[in-house]
């Protein structure tokens, strides 16, 4: 009696929940046939979708790795220069064609100048990020942005990021073996702070680090993940549930910061220094425009500030950090590369009195070939995302409209043995001079190419050249037991990265 009761009650509060579940499958399938259309329409070569809502996507495709899943549309679109493909119920665009990657990325720039990601600017402090801008507004700041990327800039940071590698070594010698994705995590922390903002974040020598802290916050769990998700295939979800960039206290955070560095800087009379974040106060200072919308257009202001100061620390320390993992990975794993690689790194210091510069760097060219090679091996944001703005042709005839979305698999191409033979071979080789000059600008895409490329690609490589170079030249490196050979890369999250820690052994040398 006691039981059925329960049963009963149980099956009543479902009823609601089962007629809500269905009717959100129903809209999606009206949602989605409509979409189905599209690429037929358009007179572009299509996947056929094979379920309501699904689009291209199987259901056992889903436990795929991110990475396999890209690897299965663009080889499902084989023999071909591109193809429509329903990412759930949103027609997007793959592109293989080399060709047609440089036209898209570079020459027809002007019809793909977004990337489509989605914000809420009214509720999110962080929204005016250069990553989220869009349209104009990304046209109107980008170029001031990037101006405290110029090589002259860049030059002068070397002494303070060799100074942080000698705190890094330091830091070393108390150990036996180490985490290299959190010993080159704490690194390019205290770099990106330090050359960008003039912040000591003290990554690497104080265990208790606040920016180590709020760093591990950004990315950890799934809050970046899900916000582009949800923000690119259901922009009006994102804005009802007022989605944010980051966590709230991971907001908080960098509004703070900022609000201490302003104040700072103010009492330092603001002409001392001549960095990233100084940029960002001129732009403050002199009313930049940074959106332009049917709300009227708005002027850089202290979020914005906040915003991007989120955003390329975010985006500065995650990305480096991991590929400096991957070649310590890579260096501990083949000791023949590591000797020809010390060998090169001390005969260069030597010469240069054992001091750090650009002129000494750009004799490494073993070592550029090593950065190279993992950015190839290891293309972190897997996919180039762009959203078409002004109508384009296709060669073939298909017509782009405006507002569709354009993915071009990096990921994929770096591991397509018709441009990289044995592609899971790391091989520096595939890098010199000679291969180099034979290759497709649209095969390599670590960093993208054109107008939107990584505005930090240099800083990013001379980052990891003095990282790289300090450390091999005092240490021999060797994988411990428990580091998986060869590496799995986690399946899920934003950027590509290793599954398991990578433990590495060291010996002095
Ligand atoms: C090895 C390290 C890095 C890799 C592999 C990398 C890769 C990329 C890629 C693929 C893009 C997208 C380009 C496109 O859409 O065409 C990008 C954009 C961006 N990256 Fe990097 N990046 C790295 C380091 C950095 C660093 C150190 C910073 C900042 C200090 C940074 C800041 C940015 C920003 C702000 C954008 C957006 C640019 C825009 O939309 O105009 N990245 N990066
Ligand atoms: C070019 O790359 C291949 C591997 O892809 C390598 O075997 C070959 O030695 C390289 N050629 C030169 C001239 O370095
Ligand atoms: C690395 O160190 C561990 C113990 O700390 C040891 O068991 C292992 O043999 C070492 N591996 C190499 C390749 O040196």
């Not at 489509?116 to 001031?144: A, C, M, T």
């Not at 332009?292 to 975010?314: P, Q, R, T, W, Y």
Request: charged share 25%; proline share 5%; hydrophobic share 40%.
């Amino acid at each position: 009696m006691c039981k059925e009761q329960w049963l009963f009650d149980s099956v009543l509060w479902l009823l609601p929940v089962i007629t809500l579940i269905t009717g959100i499958i129903t809209l999606f399938y009206f949602l989605g046939t409509k979409n189905y259309n599209y690429w037929t329409k358009h007179g572009v070569f299509s996947n056929t979708p094979r379920w309501p809502f699904l689009g291209n996507l199987r259901i056992s495709d889903l436990p795929k790795s991110n990475r396999d899943l890209i690897k299965g549309i663009y080889d499902s679109f084989e023999g071909r220069g591109c193809g429509g493909f329903y990412f759930l119920t949103k027609p997007v665009l793959v592109v293989r064609d080399p060709d047609l990657i440089v036209s898209i990325l570079v020459s027809d720039f002007t019809h793909f100048s977004s990337r489509g990601f989605h914000s809420n600017e009214q509720h999110d402090p962080l929204s005016k990020n250069l990553i989220h801008l869009d349209g104009p507004p990304w046209k109107q700041v980008r170029p001031k942005m990037t101006a405290a990327f110029g090589i002259n800039k860049l030059r002068t940071m070397i002494s303070d990021m060799d100074n942080f590698a000698a705190k890094t070594l330091e830091q070393m010698s108390k150990h036996s073996n180490i985490n290299a994705e959190d010993l080159s995590d704490k690194f390019m922390i205290d770099v990106v702070s330090s050359c960008l903002f003039g912040i000591n974040s003290e990554a690497i020598e104080n265990p208790e680090s606040a920016f180590y802290e709020v760093a591990k916050q950004i990315f950890d769990g799934y809050h970046f993940l899900v916000h582009v998700f949800v923000g690119y295939m259901f922009p009006a979800v994102h804005t009802l549930a007022r989605m944010t960039v980051a966590r709230s206290q991971v907001t908080h955070f960098f509004k703070k910061v900022t609000n201490e560095n302003l104040h700072l800087r103010k009492s330092e009379g603001f002409s001392q220094r001549k960095d990233f974040f100084q940029t960002l106060v001129s732009m403050k200072e002199t009313q930049e425009i940074c959106k332009e919308d049917n709300g009227g257009s708005k002027v850089c202001d202290e979020d914005f500030i906040a915003a991007n100061l989120f955003m390329f620390f975010s985006a500065g320390f995650d990305s480096s950090g991991k590929i400096g993992a991957f070649i310590i990975y890579e260096l501990a794993a083949n000791k023949e590369m590591q000797t020809t690689l010390r060998d090169e790194v001390l005969r260069v210091l030597e010469k240069y009195d054992d001091k750090m510069s650009f002129e000494a760097l750009q004799e490494m060219t073993y070592l550029e070939k090593i950065v190279a090679e993992a950015n190839r091996k290891y293309p972190i944001l897997m996919v180039i995302f762009r959203k078409c703005e002004k109508a384009y042709r296709l060669p073939d005839g298909g017509l782009i409209e405006p507002g569709i979305n354009v993915m071009i698999p990096s990921s994929a191409i770096h591991y397509d043995p018709k441009f990289y033979p044995d592609p899971e071979k790391f091989d520096p080789e595939r890098f010199s001079e000679e291969n180099k000059s034979q290759r497709h600008q649209g095969s390599y895409l670590p960093f993208g190419i054109g107008p939107r490329i990584c505005p930090a690609w240099q800083f990013a490589i001379l980052e990891l050249k003095v990282f790289v170079a300090r450390i091999v030249s005092k240490y021999e490196l060797d994988l411990h037991p428990s580091t998986a050979t060869p590496m799995r890369l986690h399946p899920r999250n934003f950027l590509l990265s290793p599954e398991s820690d990578i433990i590495v052994n060291l010996t002095k040398v």
